[in-house]
């Protein structure tokens, strides 16, 4: 209850507070991405029930000629590469955070086509809101493979309390004010979950 709450005003306070960097942002990639501003994906949240996360949007909406998508290095931009070196994409979740479907510190929230592929105890990162950051992200961020990373969650899970969050609040800032340990492309140093447990399974 206090932790919520502490969202609550948090998130209304950061959305007052910054919303001249956040509609700068939006008027630059209309300008220079068109629409939409804003990347709108369903992701798994508290109890695994799906929601809608907000993100600024950083790529552009390229086919190749067989009318696929680019792959995501080829469709980043040059201000999308900037937005994500310094986290400026993931404000709009602070909307989320207002909502009630995140959490300013919890397991980021990941794709719904990796639910089948938890095993049990990793399961266990869905029974908190999914957060703007978390332990994982502060241990490593995507330089970690995806058993540790999901075995921090976990723990996060088993050891949550508001000392523990504040820790990883100011770790998160460190991070973020360094660029320390900022991969603007996951996809180039870590597979998706899917497709390495499934290899592992039929290798």
Do not use: C
Request: no cysteine; glycine share 6%; proline share 5%.
């Amino acid at each position: 209850m206090i932790k919520r709450g502490l969202d609550v005003v948090f998130a209304a306070v950061g959305l007052l507070v910054l919303w001249p960097l956040l509609l700068i942002s939006a008027i630059l990639i209309r300008r220079h991405m068109g629409s939409p501003i804003l990347f709108r994906q369903v992701r798994p949240g508290l109890h695994g029930k799906g929601f809608t996360m907000y993100k600024f949007r950083t790529m552009r909406d390229e086919l190749d000629g067989d009318g696929m998508p680019l792959s995501d290095y080829l469709r980043l931009t040059h201000l999308g590469k900037v937005l994500r070196r310094t986290s400026i994409d993931e404000l709009p979740q602070l909307v989320n955070i207002l909502k009630g479907d995140m959490s300013f510190i919890g397991p980021r929230p990941l794709l719904e086509k990796y639910l089948p592929y938890y095993n049990e105890r990793e399961r266990q990162r869905h029974h908190v809101r999914p957060g703007l950051t978390g332990l994982a992200q502060v241990s490593g961020r995507n330089l970690l493979n995806w058993n540790d990373r999901l075995e921090l969650d976990v723990q996060y899970v088993e050891r949550q309390s508001l000392l523990l969050d504040a820790r990883i609040l100011m770790l998160t800032v460190r991070n973020v004010l360094l660029k320390d340990e900022v991969i603007v492309d996951p996809r180039s140093v870590m597979s998706d979950l899917d497709k390495e447990r499934l290899y592992k399974v039929h290798s």
